[in-house]
C-alpha cells in the first residue's frame, strides 16, 4: 500500500507515538490525516490536511461516531493506549480490567467499526501498536504485558478474518520509545519517530509484522528457547 495519497485516522494522536505518526503520514504525502485522541482540545494542528476527531477507545458511541466522520478512511493506526503499572497478584482488578478494556476490547472495537468503511474503500491497512511485552512478562507491568499478549494475538486473528476484503494488519513491536507514558522508567528508549517510520515503510512493503528495536528483535528470538534462559535471575531456584 502506497501511503502517498491515503487518508488516516490515527488513535492517541495528541501526543507520543501516535502524534509522530501523523507527521511522518503528512511528511509522506497523506491526503488527510483524522487525528483522534479521547481530549481532542489537546491535539495541535499546523496542517489543513489534519482534521481533529474525539475517539474515546472505552466508549462505544464515540467509536461509531468517528467512523461515521471518517468514510474516506484507507489507513487506521491503532496507537492509543496505557499503562496502569499494576501486577496481577496484590494489584487492583479493576485497573487490570481497564488495561484489557483499552488494548484488547477498545481497539478491537475500533477495528470493527472501521472495517466496513476498509472495506468500501478498497482493503487499505490496519496497524496496530503492540509491545515486546506481547511476548514476555516485567514486574510491575503485568497488567499491561496480558493485554498486549492479547491483542497481539487479536491481531492475528483479525488478519485472517480481514484477508477476504484485501485488509493489511500490521503489528508493531518495540521495547520503549520516548513518550510521556514511559516518562518514569529509566530504560534505553528510542525515537517515537521510528516507530511511525518502520510502521509505514511495513506497510509500503506489506510486512504484518514490524519489530522496530534491537528489544523487540531479541525477546522474539527467544520465544524458541527455553523460557528458563530468558527469565535467568528473575525466578528463585
Known amino acids: 500500500m502506497d501511503v502517498t495519497g491515503s487518508i488516516a485516522l490515527v488513535t492517541g494522536a495528541n501526543r507520543g507515538i501516535g502524534r509522530r505518526f501523523v507527521d511522518e503520514l503528512l511528511a509522506r504525502g497523506a491526503a488527510k490525516v483524522y487525528a483522534t485522541a479521547r481530549r481532542p482540545e489537546l491535539i495541535e494542528v499546523s496542517d489543513p490536511r489534519v482534521e481533529v476527531l474525539r475517539l474515546d477507545l472505552l466508549d462505544a458511541r464515540s467509536v461509531a461516531d468517528a467512523a461515521a466522520a471518517a468514510p474516506d478512511v484507507t489507513l487506521l493506526v491503532n496507537n492509543a493506549g496505557i499503562t496502569t503499572g499494576t501486577n496481577l497478584l496484590t494489584g487492583d482488578l479493576d485497573a487490570i480490567r481497564l ?11 475500533v477495528i470493527r467499526a472501521f472495517a466496513p468503511v476498509l472495506a468500501s474503500n478498497g482493503g487499505g491497512a490496519i496497524v496496530n501498536i503492540l509491545s515486546a511485552l506481547s511476548w514476555f512478562a516485567s514486574d510491575g507491568a503485568g497488567a499491561y504485558s496480558v493485554a498486549k499478549a492479547a491483542e497481539w494475538n487479536m491481531t492475528n486473528g483479525l488478519r485472517l ?4 476484503q484485501k485488509t493489511l494488519v500490521q503489528g508493531v513491536h518495540l521495547g520503549a ?3 510521556d507514558m514511559m516518562a518514569g522508567y529509566d530504560i534505553p528508549k528510542i525515537d517515537p519517530l521510528d516507530v511511525a517510520r518502520a510502521s509505514l515503510d511495513g506497510v509500503r512493503s506489506g510486512a504484518i509484522e514490524v519489530l522496530v528495536d ?11 528457547a527455553d523460557p528458563a534462559q530468558f527469565y535467568a535471575g528473575s525466578l528463585v531456584s
Open 99 to 109: 488495561e484489557l478494556d483499552t488494548h484488547l476490547f477498545g481497539t478491537l472495537g
Open 161 to 164: 478474518e480481514l484477508a477476504g
Open 177 to 179: 520509545a520516548d513518550t
Open 214 to 224: 534491537d528489544t523487540s528483535r531479541y525477546v522474539k528470538a527467544s520465544l524458541a
